[in-house]
């Protein structure tokens, strides 16, 4: 069984930085692209950014290019959204996911982790 545990998230200011993390288990990791996604109250959730099974491929929602970074570690097994200069907006429960291939669209990734909160205070 695949699961996925996301953890880092908290609360900062704006401008401030953060470091989420994502570990992988249960799935040949390096295999497979990873995503963030975000979802804020009250609405849907939205891509943020994917990272390819090699790591030499990545995409960034607009809204975030520039200032978050995706990478990943196959040794282990974790996948990382550093998170720079970061906006009141930028407040979501943030997951991750994995799935066959690389997309901005939710439904086409099979396992999700159970999100960590980002609050971002102006």
């Known amino acids: 069984q695949v699961q996925l545990v996301e953890s880092g998230g908290g609360l900062v200011q704006a401008g401030g930085s953060l470091r989420l993390s994502c570990a992988a288990s249960g799935r040949t990791f390096s295999r497979y692209p990873m995503g963030w996604f975000r979802q804020a109250p009250g609405k849907e959730r939205e891509f943020v950014a994917v990272?390819?099974?090699?790591?030499?491929?990545?995409s960034y929602a607009d809204s975030v290019k520039g200032r978050f970074t995706i990478s990943r570690d196959n040794v282990k097994n974790t996948v990382y959204l550093q998170m720079n200069s970061l906006k009141p907006e930028d407040t979501a429960v943030y997951y991750c996911a994995t799935g066959a291939r690389m997309s901005i669209t939710p439904g086409v990734y099979d396992y999700w982790g159970q999100g960590t909160q980002v609050t971002v205070s102006s």
């Open positions: 990272i390819s099974w090699s790591g030499t491929s990545t």
